[in-house]
């Protein structure tokens, strides 16, 4: 046995604790599909089970809500780019769609 | 601190001198984990990429999406379950996380017998997940005429982004299998005690190791939890 304990030790209760979380999230996002939730409401739970569940993975199983505020900056503000990126794109999609209707005829 | 006495060394020496000088800019964190977080920062972007390539492609098509509830439903005993196989999938990703976790904190304590079960336990969760993703493809390719290029479904792009999303995701956990399997064993056979470098490496053997791939099979779950959200259930 160790005569002495280093790194990320934390008791293992937690671990299952999260893990139960993780498995309620997931059937409660399948159940989105199940029940045939549609349109906002459907995307809104998506987005939030989805949301939660990351942020349980990262902060616990990945140790990030115990390591120094230098190393969370340094790798959860730069995918914020992405944000932006989505932006453009979306905006890119509507244009191409726009002009498809517009060029090639009738929406779906 | 007082600045050393020694002279900067100029050109390509001093670039090297310059970037490995005795700085630290994440204390209490090994350099090795430090370089994976980053890995994973630049792989949260790729797969970024081609989660917004599929969103770019499915608003701007004219034809109708196919229902993923729909293709990807099985009938299981008679009964018509929509989306149940992944469902499973994503059930067993999340308990390989979990069976990781537990192995990072006996690896710290320095659990040998524990610490190679649960990373073989992950293995196996691994594999069989990557199993199911072989047969979902099949039943795509064989029974529903799925392909790259079109599908009987609807829009013609479904199958490109499905296969490259999908494919590029299965390849990740592939991967973490064959790397969980290495960490295993030499956690099993004391090398991680006896701090003996590694094949490609001249550093010590120490138990973050199981730290940093735990980092790494993590992520592929992660990355799971966006896909499943997007793609099956958008």
Redesign the interface.
Do not use: C
């Given at each position: 046995?160790?005569d002495h304990?280093?790194?990320?030790?934390?008791p293992?209760s937690i671990?299952?604790w999260?893990?139960g979380l993780?498995?309620v999230l997931?059937t409660l996002?399948?159940m989105?599909?199940?029940l045939?939730f549609q349109g906002y409401l459907?995307?809104t739970l998506?987005?939030v089970?989805?949301l939660l569940?990351?942020g349980l993975?990262?902060a616990?199983?990945?140790?990030m809500m115990w390591?120094?505020m230098?190393?969370w900056c340094?790798?959860l503000i730069?995918?914020g780019a992405?944000l932006v990126?989505?932006g453009l794109?979306?905006a890119?999609?509507?244009y191409?769609?726009f002009t498809?209707?517009v060029f090639?005829g009738a929406?779906? | 601190m007082a600045e050393s006495a020694v002279p900067l060394a100029p050109g390509l020496r001093g670039i090297a001198a310059d970037w490995s000088s005795d700085q630290r800019?994440?204390?209490?964190?090994p350099w090795g984990k430090?370089m994976m977080?980053?890995f994973?920062?630049s792989d949260?972007?790729i797969f970024?990429c081609f989660l917004?390539?599929y969103?770019?492609?499915r608003?701007?098509?004219?034809?109708?999406w196919p229902n993923a509830?729909e293709v990807f439903a099985l009938t299981i005993f008679g009964n018509h379950i929509?989306?149940i196989l992944i469902?499973i999938m994503?059930?067993i990703l999340?308990?390989s996380?979990?069976t990781?976790?537990?192995a990072?904190?006996f690896?710290?304590?320095?659990?040998k017998r524990m610490t190679a079960f649960l990373l073989v336990v992950t293995a196996i969760f691994g594999a069989s997940f990557v199993g199911m993703q072989a047969f979902e493809w099949t039943k795509l390719i064989v029974e529903e005429g799925v392909r790259p290029w079109g599908n009987p479904m609807g829009a013609a792009q479904f199958g490109a982004t499905f296969f490259m999303i999908t494919g590029f995701h299965g390849t990740h956990v592939s991967i973490g299998v064959i790397f969980l399997i290495i960490v295993a064993v030499k956690v099993l056979r004391g090398s991680l005690d006896e701090e003996r470098p590694g094949f490609m490496t001249g550093r010590k053997g120490r138990?973050?190791i199981v730290?940093i791939m735990?980092?790494y099979w993590?992520?592929v779950?992660?990355v799971w939890?966006?896909i499943?959200?997007f793609f099956?259930?958008?």
């Open positions: 046995m160790a304990v280093e790194g990320q030790q934390h293992i671990y299952f999260i893990w993780l498995f997931s996002s399948y989105v599909d199940y045939q459907r995307w998506i987005v089970f989805m569940k990351a993975i990262v616990v199983f990945m140790h390591e120094r230098a190393l340094a790798i730069p995918p992405i990126f989505i794109m979306s890119e999609a509507d191409t769609f498809r209707l090639f929406a779906p | 800019a994440f204390k209490n964190v430090a977080w980053i994973l920062l949260t972007f970024s917004i390539s969103m770019t492609v608003m701007s098509t004219t034809v109708p509830s929509p989306l469902a994503t059930f999340i308990s996380s979990g990781m976790a537990m990072v904190k690896g710290y304590q320095k659990n138990y973050e730290e735990g980092l993590h992520f779950d992660l939890v966006f499943f959200a099956y259930l958008w």
